[in-house]
């Protein structure tokens, strides 16, 4: 496209300079030899105005076309230095980070060897949470040891305190029966001392009337206290006597 600009100029210029050239060996005739005035052709300037004019509007065209072309051609290249520019952030963030892969790799292997170390930590929890369970089984074991223990002190301390209220009763009612039984002999011993008296005054007194006394009939005798057996369960007193 250039090529043909330039070409169009030197064809312009060429024209012109011929044009020139021309009117300067028109002119000279014309000082020397008057007599060659009708022969001048005065339309020759108009056909040259005319054909330069035709020339400069094509290299006008020419020119807006290849403006527009230029434009056109910018706004190409301005894609393309847009797109390069990309695929240069595009390498210069590949290039970083392909310089960080040596830092990724140790740090992929520090997290292995802490996850290596997580792992043994977690299997000496899992140990001690066995030992753990273990200890709290154990411990619920003693647990309901003290609890049976504790409920059999307090039935023991139950029952001793039953056994305390059956000896405190065994033993009045033991006071009881004696004191009634007492009672009684005393009564019988009272009974007997008084018919022994009312006996003794009637004998005293036939003795002193007549001065003899008859024999009276030997009245049976109660029994005696060794002969007494007492109507109670023995077995229960005994225990009483022995605690």
Not at 79 to 86: D, F, G, N, P, V
Not at 155 to 180: F, Q, W
Request: aromatic residues 8%; proline residues 2%; charged residues 30%.
């Amino acid at each position: 496209m250039f090529g043909t600009l330039r070409n169009k100029f030197q064809t312009v210029q060429e024209g012109i300079s011929a044009s020139i050239r021309g009117l300067t060996v028109v002119e000279n005739p014309k000082q020397k030899k008057s007599t060659n005035i009708r022969n001048v052709n005065y339309n020759a300037g108009a056909d040259i105005l005319h054909r330069f004019q035709l020339q400069w509007n094509e290299l006008h065209e020419l020119a807006e076309e290849n403006a527009g072309k230029a434009q056109e051609a910018d706004k190409l290249i301005g894609t393309i230095y847009e797109k390069l520019e990309q695929e240069w952030k595009n390498i210069t963030c590949l290039n970083s980070t392909l310089a960080y892969i040596p830092k990724i790799n140790n740090a992929i292997q520090d997290l292995m060897d802490q996850i290596g170390t997580l792992q043994e930590m977690f299997e000496e929890v899992e140990g001690a949470l066995y030992k753990l369970e273990d200890l709290n089984e154990m411990l619920d074991l003693q647990s309901r040891q003290l609890d049976h223990k504790f409920q059999l002190a307090l039935y023991k301390e139950k029952k001793l305190a039953e056994l305390n209220d059956i000896k405190a009763k065994l033993a009045n009612e033991h006071t009881e029966r004696v004191s009634k039984y007492e009672l009684k002999q005393q009564k019988m011993m009272k009974e007997r001392r008084e018919t022994f008296d009312e006996v003794f005054k009637e004998q005293l007194k036939e003795y002193k009337a007549t001065g003899s006394i008859s024999k009276l009939p030997v009245a049976q005798q109660g029994p005696s206290l060794d002969e007494i057996v007492l109507d109670v369960d023995s077995t229960i007193f005994d225990e009483f006597l022995e605690n």
